[in-house]
């Protein structure tokens, strides 16, 4: 396994703080400190809108809220002066327009967003233990259906998880590292609390939703069950600062490899079963921190992404090919087209036989029916010789 940086992006003009891949992958949202979002092409590597207001103060956070009927995206994002905003398309492939916009947490920063699409619901959260959960019209406004605080300790939070069922949405919490069931359908009652063994920085969660990985804010990288958080293993990529820096740490490669940041310019990429390092990617200078990595897999290769901090900001891009024969198969609605199209030309074809026997009876023993006997299971079905079983037999010398 072998990854080689393949892109430099640049417009950020600070900090990188947040990315977030579309469905198939074909844009890459970006957010700073510099109150950008720049949506990138991933087939051109060109950014093709960049959304900027002055007033928004950092992009903490962004999350794609999948594509409508008509085929058009929406995306949202938190800001560090606690709003969140709502752009949509008109029409599929255009530009995307402010559909709405909250203050959602007017006191601090947007820390966290998830979202539950059958129900429309988008729940988020701030850094001073805030969470709320919006209904999503589709006129693209925020209604509020229930806001809670974890704690009066002003705990932080840094990632939700809706339950697989959703009736639960999951907060977790920064420095108790408490994992906070809440109850979706009840005002955000809390149900249950799990603790995790380390402080959480990020959140990542497993596309089966039964693990997640967290940034320890310490020694680097822990994998916990979900939603116990019962320890599985560590990934080691220790501090060299004397203060904490909170690193994205991300699944990729259908949850086999772990991909994480740091403080040095570096991007760790670990073997999930076996917690080895299995590459260190080289993002710039050492002096220059990558808080923010994502990853993606395409049908020939795949993908991850990083963003370096400080006046220098820009974003790196690492792909691996896929060979053909370890490409991803065939899709199953192309599978189902392509037995249905056999099946239909069987079927037309034994007409077209059935008649063509009809009208010139054919007489050759090619398609005289084999005379065999009656059976009544299936062993006894499988014992029975055709008159070809005797004219070979596996003691037959011509085998040997």
């Known amino acids: 396994m072998h990854y080689q940086k393949t892109r430099k992006l640049s417009g950020h003009a600070d900090s990188i703080n947040t990315f977030a891949f579309n469905l198939d992958g074909s844009r890459l949202a970006s957010g700073g400190d510099d109150q950008k979002v720049i949506i990138w092409c991933m087939e051109q590597w060109s950014a093709v809108q960049e959304l900027h207001d002055i007033s928004w103060g950092q992009i903490t956070t962004i999350l794609w809220l999948g594509i409508d009927a008509e085929g058009r995206e929406s995306i949202v994002f938190g800001c560090g002066r606690g709003m969140l905003h709502l752009y949509s398309q008109n029409k599929a492939g255009a530009s995307f327009v402010e559909r709405g916009s909250v203050a959602a947490h007017s006191r601090t920063s947007v820390e966290a967003l998830t979202f539950d699409?059958?129900?429309?619901?988008?729940?988020?959260?701030?850094?001073?233990?805030?969470?709320?959960?919006?209904?999503?019209?589709?006129?693209?406004?925020?209604?509020?259906l229930w806001a809670t605080r974890i704690s009066e300790r002003h705990e932080g939070t840094r990632g939700l998880v809706f339950s697989e069922d959703h009736t639960l949405l999951h907060v977790f919490c920064t420095e108790t590292g408490y994992v906070h069931g809440l109850d979706v359908e009840h005002g955000g009652e809390r149900r249950k609390t799990w603790q995790a063994r380390s402080r959480i920085g990020s959140v990542s969660s497993a596309s089966t939703k039964r693990l997640v990985l967290v940034d320890n804010l310490d020694k680097g990288f822990t994998l916990y069950r979900f939603p116990t958080m019962g320890l599985v293993r560590h990934f080691s990529a220790p501090s060299s600062l004397p203060w904490l820096l909170i690193k994205h740490v991300v699944f990729a490669e259908s949850d086999t490899l772990v991909v994480g940041g740091s403080d040095n310019g570096k991007v760790h990429v670990f073997d999930l079963p076996s917690s080895r390092t299995v590459q260190v990617l080289s993002h710039g200078r050492s002096k220059d921190a990558v808080q923010a990595v994502?990853?993606?897999?395409?049908?020939?290769?795949?993908?991850?992404?990083?963003?370096?901090?400080?006046?220098?900001?820009?974003?790196?891009?690492?792909?691996?090919?896929?060979?053909?024969?370890?490409?991803?198969?065939?899709?199953?609605?192309?599978?189902?087209?392509?037995?249905?199209?056999?099946?239909?030309?069987?079927?037309?074809?034994?007409?077209?036989?059935?008649?063509?026997?009809?009208?010139?009876?054919?007489?050759s023993s090619f398609f005289k029916p084999l005379n065999r006997e009656s059976f009544h299971s299936f062993d006894s079905y499988l014992s029975m010789p055709y008159p070809e079983d005797s004219k070979t037999s596996v003691e037959d010398n011509s085998l040997h």
């Not at 400080?310 to 087209?337: E, F, M, Q």
């Open 117 to 144: 699409a059958p129900g429309r619901r988008l729940a988020s959260s701030s850094a001073h233990g805030d969470v709320c959960l919006w209904a999503i019209t589709e006129e693209g406004s925020f209604n509020l």
């Open 294 to 363: 994502a990853a993606f897999s395409y049908e020939n290769r795949h993908v991850i992404v990083s963003g370096s901090s400080g006046s220098n900001a820009d974003i790196c891009v690492y792909s691996r090919s896929l060979s053909p024969a370890y490409r991803k198969p065939h899709s199953v609605l192309t599978v189902l087209c392509s037995t249905t199209f056999v099946l239909l030309a069987c079927f037309l074809g034994s007409i077209l036989l059935a008649e063509l026997s009809r009208m010139h009876p054919m007489q």
